[in-house]
């Protein structure tokens, strides 16, 4: 991929690694094995028919499983460096990858294999398109499998170098979260719109992937380089519980901290076994309280952290961790009540029926608007739909709701980023506690700063060339295609927005004064405005790339 | 400058208003020019140009679909002030086009200001160092070495560098002195600069695309002719069309839609491709083209997209049954979309229209792509007598309609077969000088990144001493531009090499 990836090198060879050493093609051994198999994964499934053979979604989840397992057998080698822990989390990692990679080419077969038949059965084989129409780059499920192996291969190429291999620490479960994010969003095909049906898509979206794949790796450098450069675990503990109310503010629709509906959450809710949810959201019980307590403990964690580091206050720095581990747990619990009460709700009847007992239900503020939405669906004028009273359409939306009330369900798939974002924000506590425990012996087995911040910039250098080359044939593509090659629409301007940051971080080593940490940020912040790029626009923002 | 020399030269005598003005304007000047080629001032416009576009991103742009609708949805002070502000266009709003303006003009001054040094690393190589600042760079080393003379040994050295991979080696002896250089892609100083055109290279293009670059829509139904194409213009939540001419004319004389399931409706996504036939016509003659998806067509400068498609059921083709009044076997014939087919008794049948659901017949503006009630509609001339209109149903669909089993020209016709197709095709229309332009500009950059990014220029000096009693003192130093690590690695192998110790690490 670049050349600190392609050069053999012996920085810290001790004589074991001189040994394992002696061939490049040994260190690279991992990331050989892990494509090797998945694509003789990929060629025994041509072979053998899609119905005896592991599906792509469980390919999928034994991946995640994969990710996650390495990512504790590093974390294990980090606090008490052990050869076998260190070894089991590299051949976890090439399993994830190789789980990951055979996940997606199972999964373009099988997009083939679908559509083959509605050919076969029209004996219209001979008009059956080209294979490429099948490459499993059609929509988010899609991009964050791709995504996650690229940050996954990344990792394995990287750990050729043995004192890098802890990167899997912080970048497999990154990945896990992007592969859990793709399971909320579930992996139904989609019928492709043929203007998607260029040969450019495998180029862009390929490209895509691995840059977002060394972004990602990229980041958890940068943040390894600010914990070793010494920034203290209560600064990530403010940022990361900062990340935490955000996201706790803004998911449901801003509904946990608003006044008007203070301490409620909505998810919004299926009938029957539909692929996309309806304009009703359902009150889940208890989550948003959860939710609350966690973001009290979150507010109060930044306070007492800032005042330990403006005042050095001890105690103000014990009881900032106190908060924290028990905002942990705050989250969990909000977590665990949220998959719980979607596992378990079935026919979501009026909030007044049950009474506010522990099921999920609609509340009758959610009827106005969800009449709105149906009148709206049936594509009535903005007009004609303002003409109705409040009652009016307060009643319409009672009486629907009665009436399929038996049909209502929740799904994670109602909202998958906002699911992943809390678990995301989870996650990120998890890591800042486990940061705040022995840190010191944690720096202390990081490699040097000045290697980190090579890798950094190295990293970002990829990123940055290889977010050009996602900008650029994105334009060819669009131009090709459509006929205009930048017409600002909010993906594009998203990467470009990213990419200008990884440029603004390159080019501030050369400007005096701005050197390793405050590098650093913008890496931080180029990583987050990828992550913006790849989820918020889809979900947030409209545009041309809304289908992935 | 010469003013402010002037003023320098005339020591003690008290400056006249117009020297020390012509001396503010000149440090003004020079502190302008500056501020515009620090690398510094490049980051913050590369931030600021970030939060422009984050602006773009979260605020609804005018041409997006949906802007009126966002647009009355905010207050009258959101309205007031975005509007103000020109965020609801803030890719086209001026302070944007003179923050691009000003980041080329940064790029460029930088590159000026910069380029000289990178130069001398390609005109002036430094070919000898001496022992502490070798000791100082970032990897260096001492060796007590063995050997017949000073030369041999600078031989010796400088065969290890080559083979290490930096190629480019010389020899130079100062004195009692032996200096070996050695280097690699020394080019690499010159590659940000390359980026840098690469750069401005694309802005250059996007420059004229946005000032002499046209885009319009021209809807097309077969058999008829166009010479313009409609263009869009936005202004808040108001649009209005713009007519242009266009330098030939468009005959449309085909269009076809691809479906993955023939019995399915004509949907987006239940379709491989959308083609369109057309005959351009201008004083160089008529030129026959295919326009589909993902394969636009060219002409002088103007390119043909496949662009959109009323979802109006129509056929292409109809495959009508005629069973002869009198008794016989029936008789099959296909008739195109306008045409017409002959009997062998002479009978002309030409197919006057098609009806995709009877319910809802020839509005053209309705969404009738799942063909749930087809019928087409004929024109039947027998050879001799008046010609008559005729319906074809699908065999099964108003079996037993008056207007469906009464013989016209000597047949009743039933509907066994036809090809769907919409009822227009829009075909995107772009004339665009910019566009090459930005494509040489991309191919540059992708060029470009990947000789700065993955290369680097690196570099080891040696200087060899002679020591008392036949041993040579040799101290090593090099440096990178980039790629440290590979450097260190590279570094290490060669000091292994020199001093003949077994290698650690074998290159592949």
Redesign the interface.
């Known amino acids: 991929m670049?050349?600190?990836l392609k050069?053999?090198?012996?920085?810290g060879?001790s004589g074991q690694e001189?040994k394992a050493?002696?061939?490049?093609?040994i260190s690279y051994l991992p990331a050989i094995l892990a494509l090797g198999g998945s694509v003789l994964l990929v060629l025994l499934r041509i072979r053998v028919g899609g119905e005896h053979f592991v599906s792509d979604g469980a390919l999928m989840m034994l991946a995640l499983a994969s990710y996650l397992t390495a990512a504790v057998f590093h974390l294990t080698n980090l606090y008490a460096p052990t050869s076998w822990a260190q070894k089991l989390g590299l051949w976890c990692t090439t399993l994830g990858v190789f789980f990951n990679l055979s996940s997606w080419g199972v999964r373009w077969v099988a997009a083939h294999d679908r559509?083959f038949q509605?050919?076969l059965s029209?004996g219209?084989l001979a008009?059956m398109?080209w294979a490429f129409?099948y490459i499993p780059f059609a929509n988010l499920y899609d991009l964050s499998l791709a995504f996650a192996f690229g940050a996954g291969i990344t990792t394995l190429l990287i750990a050729h170098?043995k004192n890098f291999r802890f990167l899997g620490a912080i970048s497999l479960p990154l990945a896990a979260l992007i592969l859990l994010l793709a399971r909320f969003i579930g992996g139904e095909f989609?019928?492709l719109?043929?203007?998607l049906?260029?040969y450019w898509r495998p180029i862009h979206v390929g490209i895509a992937s691995l840059s977002y794949g060394v972004a990602l790796v990229c980041f958890a450098v940068a943040v390894i380089y600010l914990l070793k450069d010494g920034v203290k675990v209560e600064a990530f503990a403010i940022w990361s519980s900062i990340f935490a109310i955000a996201v706790i503010a803004t998911i449901s629709k801003f509904s946990v901290f608003s006044p008007s509906t203070f301490g409620t959450y909505t998810a919004s809710t299926f009938i029957g076994d539909a692929r996309s949810p309806i304009g009703l959201r359902a009150n889940l019980p208890y989550v948003g309280w959860a939710l609350v307590v966690s973001g009290v403990l979150l507010l109060a964690t930044i306070i007492t952290f800032i005042k330990y580091l403006w005042q050095k206050d001890e105690a103000a720095r014990k009881w900032g961790r106190r908060l924290l581990k028990l905002s942990l747990v705050a989250q969990a619990c909000a977590i665990l009540l949220f998959v719980s009460q979607v596992k378990s709700a079935a026919a979501i009847k009026p909030c007044a029926e049950t009474g506010g007992a522990s099921a999920a239900c609609i509340d009758e503020r959610q009827y106005e608007k969800f009449a709105v939405w149906v009148h709206q669906q049936q594509k009535e004028a903005?007009e004609q739909i303002a003409m109705l009273s409040s009652e009016q359409l307060r009643a319409e939306g009672e009486e629907m709701v009665r009436r399929n009330a038996p049909l209502l369900k929740l799904s994670p798939k109602a909202n998958p980023v906002e699911l992943s974002a809390l678990i995301t924000a989870f996650a990120g506590t998890l890591f800042v506690t486990l940061f705040g425990f022995r840190t010191e012996k944690l720096r202390e087995h990081l490699p040097p700063a000045?290697?980190l911040d090579?890798?950094v910039?190295?990293l970002a250098?990829?990123a940055?060339?290889g977010l050009?080359?996602l900008l650029?044939t994105g334009?060819?593509w669009a131009?090709?295609?459509?006929?205009?090659?930048?017409g600002?629409d909010?993906k594009e301007?998203?990467a470009?927005?990213a990419w200008?940051?990884y440029?603004?971080f390159l080019?501030?080593r050369?400007?005096?004064g701005?050197h390793g940490r405050k590098s650093a940020y913008f890496a931080v912040v180029a990583f987050l405005?990828v992550i913006f790029t790849y989820l918020g626009?889809s979900y947030l923002?409209?545009?041309l790339h809304s289908y992935a | 400058m010469s003013a402010a020399e002037e003023t320098k030269g005339k020591v003690g005598v008290k400056p006249t208003w117009q020297a020390s003005l012509a001396g503010a304007i000149s440090s003004g000047v020079t502190s302008l020019l500056n501020l515009l080629s620090?690398?510094?001032f490049?980051?913050s416009l590369?931030?600021l140009?970030?939060i422009a576009?984050?602006i773009?991103?979260?605020i609804?742009?005018q041409s997006?679909?949906?802007f009126d609708?966002y647009y009355?949805e905010l207050t009258p002070s959101q309205q007031f002030l975005y509007g103000r502000l020109g965020w609801f266009d803030i890719?086209h709003v001026w302070y944007f086009n003179a923050l691009l303006l000003v980041l080329s003009l940064n790029i460029v001054l930088a590159s000026i200001d910069r380029f000289p040094k990178a130069w001398t690393f390609i005109s002036r190589k430094k070919l000898d160092a001496g022992a502490a600042w070798l000791k100082g760079q970032e990897q260096s080393a001492e060796l007590k070495l063995e050997g017949e003379s000073r030369q041999s040994l600078a031989e010796r050295i400088s065969a290890a560098c080559q083979s290490v991979g930096l190629k480019k080696t010389k020899i130079t002896e100062k004195g009692a002195r032996t200096f070996v250089f050695a280097e690699m892609n020394a080019w690499n100083r010159l590659g940000a600069y390359a980026v840098h055109v690469a750069l401005l290279m694309i802005f250059l293009g996007?420059f004229l695309?946005s000032h002499f670059g046209r885009?319009g829509m021209m809807w097309l139904l077969p058999g008829v002719t166009e010479s313009t194409m409609t263009e869009t213009e936005f202004d808040l939540d108001q649009s209005k069309p713009v007519t242009l001419q266009l330098p030939f004319e468009v005959t449309c004389t085909d269009i076809q839609q691809?479906l993955?399931?023939?019995d399915g409706p004509i949907t987006?996504?239940?379709?491989?491709?959308?083609l369109t036939r057309i005959r351009i016509k201008d004083e160089s003659g008529e030129h026959d083209a295919l326009v589909h998806?993902?394969a636009?067509y060219d002409y002088r400068g103007y390119?043909f997209?496949q662009?959109s498609f009323a979802p109006a059921g129509m056929a292409r083709t109809v495959t009508v049954r005629l069973t002869p009044e009198k008794g016989g076997e029936p008789l099959d014939v296909t008739i195109p979309r306008d045409g017409s087919a002959t009997l062998p008794d002479g009978t002309v049948i030409a197919l006057a229209d098609f009806w995709a659901d009877v319910s809802v017949r020839d509005d053209k503006n309705v969404d009738t792509s799942d063909y749930n009630n087809p019928a087409a509609i004929l024109n039947v001339k027998p050879p001799q007598g008046q010609a008559d209109r005729a319906f074809a149903f699908p065999p099964g669909m108003a079996e037993n309609a008056p207007i469906a089993k009464r013989p016209v020209g000597g047949y009743t016709y039933r509907l066994v077969d036809f090809e769907k197709v919409p009822y227009m095709h829009a075909l995107?229309?772009?004339h665009?000088p910019g566009?090459t332009v930005?494509?040489i500009g991309?191919g540059l950059?992708?060029l470009t990144?990947?000789a700065?990014?993955?290369?680097?220029h690196q570099r080891v000096w040696a200087l060899i001493e002679e020591k008392a009693g036949g041993a040579y003192e040799v101290v090593l130093g090099g440096n990178t531009n980039?790629?440290?690590?590979?450097f260190?690695?590279?570094f290490?192998?060669l000091i292994n090499n020199i001093s003949g110790k077994p290698q650690?690490?074998?290159?592949?």
Do not use: C
């Not at chain 1, 050493?21 to 093609?25: E, I, K, P, W």
């Open positions: 670049s050349e600190v050069q053999p090198a012996i920085i060879s001189a050493g002696r061939s490049v093609l559509e509605t050919y029209q219209r008009e398109p129409r170098r989609i019928e719109p043929a203007v049906d260029s903005p000045e290697k090579s890798l910039y190295k250098g990829v940055f060339a050009a080359l650029m334009a060819v131009n090709e295609s459509w006929g205009r090659y930048w600002w909010s301007t998203g470009f927005v200008l940051t440029g603004a080019h501030s050369i400007a005096r701005w405005l626009v923002l409209p545009g | 620090s690398v510094r490049g980051v590369l931030v140009l970030v576009s984050m773009g991103m979260l609804m742009q997006v679909e949906g609708k009355a890719y996007g695309t885009t691809k993955v399931k023939r987006a996504g239940n379709t491989t491709d959308w998806m993902n636009p390119r997209f662009a995107s229309i772009q665009d566009s930005v494509y991309f950059l992708a990144l990947v700065v990014f993955f290369f680097s980039r790629n440290r690590l590979a260190e690695g590279r290490k192998r650690e690490v074998e290159e592949s």
